[in-house]
């Protein structure tokens, strides 16, 4: 690669599938509280991530998330890296498939039942272990407008989580994580992480490429920054 040249992904479109995730740990941002969190099966409860925390960036896709009053569980979708182009299928852990289509078009359906969009982040740690984040509402937004701010040193840096903003909506306010630009990664470092995004490619069953252009994905991002998202 140039010197001069962006680097717009880590993830390879020539490499065979694989059905297991490799997110080691998966962070969820709590607005409420102003801390990411994830469960620990083997404890059996949710451990707080005490800020700051710093990661390589891999890769981010759209998905649905949620609780299903209706069949009394989970909400769930596919991961998808174009949501204006490719179609997201939502189940229940009750009911199986809800909604399948455009995330627009079935957009009404998920609401109805629960769910909410989120932003699917994949990280690499200093240790080289990979992470996914999920954001959400307010959060979601922040991501949103940090990477297209950053969109020409994301891949070569790495990005912290320094603390945190309070967002206010009449007498509703939430905590939205702050995100920014770090050190540059070192040769080695950034070796790591490409071998990182090489092992995140084998376990999606279709084949990404690099996206000049993401202005369509980020107007379905800013159009969930909604206060009912915010706050649960």
Known sequence: MQLNQIKMSRVSNDLPVT????????????????????YDKGAGENIKVELPIRFAFLEHYHAVRGWDDKSNSRLFSNEVLRIGQQELVVRSF????????????????????????????????????????????????????????????????????TGTDEGKKGSIKWLEPVFEIGKKLTKKEDMMANAAGQQLATY?????????????????????????????
Not at 27 to 38: I, N, P, Q, T, V
Not at 97 to 120: E, M
Not at 204 to 232: C, G, L, R, S, T
């Open 19 to 38: 059905s297991t995730n490799p997110a080691v740990r998966f962070l969820e941002w709590k607005a409420k509280e102003g801390y990411f969190s994830y």
């Open 94 to 161: 009750g009911d199986g498939v809800i909604a399948q289509g455009l995330y627009t078009d079935i957009k009404p359906i998920i609401i109805g039942r629960g769910g909410k969009y989120h932003r699917s982040i994949y990280v690499m740690t200093e240790e080289g272990e990979i992470y996914n984040i999920q954001v959400k509402g307010a959060a979601s937004a922040v991501w949103s407008d940090f990477y297209k701010e950053n969109k020409s040193s994301i891949f070569d840096c790495w990005v912290e989580v």
């Open 204 to 232: 999606f069953n279709e084949k990404f490429k690099p996206q000049p252009d993401e202005d369509e994905d980020v107007e379905v991002i800013d159009q969930e920054a909604e206060v009912d998202d915010i706050a649960f």
